[in-house]
């Protein structure tokens, strides 16, 4: 099972990205989805999560600034962000659960200069 996470770039105080993840080499639907984040000198933190039935998870900083959304069919989902801080900058990884095991993609560097 691979991850592929692509979007990550170089942005502006208060601009947007979309980060896509999509899966592939399962024969089954990912159950869970969801976007992690690490910045250099801290652990990994959840940033987003969606099941396959489109419930939501967010961490408090970004409610209201990041949405979720999932393709099921594909096995894909995305990350849109806007009004994005410095304090967003990190390196952003898609993780993804199956009944046998957890998954995550290489991780894509988010940085936002103020």
């Known amino acids: 099972v691979q991850l592929q996470a692509s979007g990550g770039g170089l942005v502006q105080a208060g601009g947007s990205l979309r980060l896509s993840c999509a899966a592939s080499g399962s024969t089954s639907s990912m159950y869970k989805m969801g976007w992690y984040r690490q910045a250099p000198g801290k652990q990994r933190e959840m940033v987003a999560i969606i099941s396959n039935v489109g419930s939501t998870m967010y961490r408090d900083s970004v409610k209201s600034r990041f949405t979720i959304s999932r393709d099921g069919a594909e096995d894909t989902v995305y990350l849109s962000m806007s009004s994005l801080k410095a304090e967003d900058t990190a390196i952003y990884y898609c993780?993804?659960?199956?009944?046998?095991?957890?998954?995550w993609g290489k991780g894509t560097q988010v940085t936002v200069s103020s």
């Open positions: 993780n993804g659960k199956l009944p046998g095991g957890d998954y």
